[in-house]
């Protein structure tokens, strides 16, 4: 009674505006893919910690490495080096292409970006910044600035489009796929009284406008998820981000990749998600995955750009914490021997093909897209109109996929993500989806 008690009074997820559930539910156990509550009830974790648990929840060779570590030291500041932070930089730096060697670590994927922010802005001397149209970069104040989709936003300064901590950050014109034919058309970018904001429906060419007509000559910086991953699993057309960096660096901008979702294997075919486009950035931001659910980001660049930012003083308290770092390095080591990334590969494709044998039998799935195993599934009332699931019956698919042991997430830029207060989904459709979900036991789906 007085756990619930302290719960009732507590409890973070109730104050979540986007993908939490109706009451909430109290994990309190995990193993590998499987979470289980207070209850005793087992779900599969498909969200997998919101992309983050990328080597299975307390994955028995991480767990045995973070109670040695934790016997050992916990903590030192960044003041220090130790063996764990020395180690887990020399493995990092290997995993990415010259010139990409300095490490930087940090507690989050928003702190990484916020650094990637202020680095690209010493380097250059330029202030201005692009980010793409249902980007996600993070909950910080600046990071909400580089952030477009809406739902993450708050009608406040800081929330807002443009803010006065960050004034000089542009929407660029992609926004991704969410009408199969065409591939920008209804995104919408946030709604900013100053008309600072881009609403470009065109590729490429709109970038150039982007340029032509709101950027002074030279930028600072442009950000890109190499796929989108809270605005919808979104994938950019062939070339797109090469040629985007082109005419970034043209500007004088540095281009950074933000790999909080796409890095460390996620996508299967490559181990980060700019190698997918072809593409060199001068920096890479990530998170989530680096320590399969331990909190930490890193920010990794090149010698000459950590050069700029090394004028001034820069300090973080936990910022490559022993403990961390020795868990970063087990993941990393269990990758390479459990070989997550080829998984990711195997099990996405399976996936993606299963998947898209449901789309082409059923009205609501609009489209199947993704890459590894981020993969996204768009919701909507029919395939013809393809307008978007209202946020209450996706809630009703995302309460009643938990119900039967399966945790999934919610994204995208049309507010599903968030507790909806639109008409459910209509009853007949609601039991044909009950009964479709029912047909296989949650031992077949896990197969
Ligand atoms: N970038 C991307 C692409 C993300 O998906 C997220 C988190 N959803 C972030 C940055 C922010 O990371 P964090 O929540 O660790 O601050």
Redesign the pocket.
């Known amino acids: 009674q007085r756990m619930m008690e302290i719960r009732k009074l507590n409890c973070h997820p109730m104050t979540m505006k986007v993908t939490s559930y109706k009451s909430p539910v109290f994990i309190h156990q995990g193993h590998m893919q499987w979470l289980w509550d207070t209850d005793g009830k087992r779900y599969l974790d498909f969200f997998a910690g919101?992309a983050t648990v990328s080597v299975g929840h307390c994955h028995p060779k991480v767990t045995a490495v973070a109670v040695a570590q934790m016997k050992r030291l916990w903590h030192t500041t960044c003041i220090y080096v130790t063996p764990p932070l020395q180690e887990y930089c020399e493995k990092l730096a290997s995993l990415l292409p010259d010139p990409l060697k300095v490490v930087y670590l940090t507690n989050?994927?928003?702190e990484a970006?916020d650094l990637a922010m202020l680095m690209a802005r010493l380097h250059t001397g330029n202030h201005d910044i692009i980010t793409l149209r249902g980007s996600?970069?993070?909950?910080s104040p600046q990071t909400m600035a580089l952030t477009s989709n809406s739902a993450y936003k708050y009608p406040v300064a800081n929330g807002g489009c443009t803010t006065t901590m960050c004034p000089d950050v542009f929407r660029g014109p992609w926004g991704g796929s969410h009408c199969r034919d065409s591939p920008v058309q209804t995104i919408r970018t946030c709604d900013c009284p100053q008309g600072q904001c881009m609403a470009n429906d065109k590729y490429i060419g709109q970038l150039d406008e982007t340029f032509a007509t709101s950027l002074p000559s030279r930028v600072a910086a442009f950000f890109a998820?190499p796929i989108q991953?809270?605005g919808g699993a979104v994938q950019y057309p062939k070339d797109y981000l090469k040629q985007a960096y082109q005419r970034v660096r043209e500007r004088g901008g540095v281009c950074i990749a933000?790999e909080?979702?796409t890095g460390f294997g996620r996508t299967g075919s490559h181990f980060w998600g700019f190698q997918g486009h072809e593409v060199m950035p001068d920096i890479v931001t990530m998170?989530?995955g680096i320590a399969g659910g331990f909190p930490m980001?890193a920010l990794v660049t090149t010698p000459e750009i950590a050069a700029a930012f090394s004028k001034g003083a820069h300090f973080n308290t936990y910022g490559g914490n022993p403990m961390a770092c020795s868990i970063a390095s087990s993941v990393l080591d269990v990758m390479k021997e459990d070989g997550t990334q080829q998984n990711s590969l195997v099990v996405g494709t399976y996936l993606l093909t299963e998947l898209a044998k449901l789309r082409d039998k059923h009205e609501i799935i609009g489209d199947v897209r993704g890459k590894g195993l981020q993969i996204g599934v768009e919701m909507v009332e029919d395939k013809v109109s393809r307008t978007p699931l209202p946020p209450a019956a996706m809630n009703d698919i995302f309460e009643e996929t938990k119900d039967m042991g399966v945790l999934i997430g919610k994204g995208g830029v049309y507010g599903q993500a968030e507790s909806g207060q639109t008409p459910p989904l209509r009853p007949r459709r609601k039991a044909r989806l009950k009964e479709h979900l029912a047909r296989q036991s949650l031992e077949t789906r896990v197969k």
């Not at 996600?136 to 909950?139: A, D, L």
């Open positions: 919101v989050s994927g928003s970006n996600y970069h993070g909950g998820e991953g809270v933000d909080v979702q998170a989530k980001g």
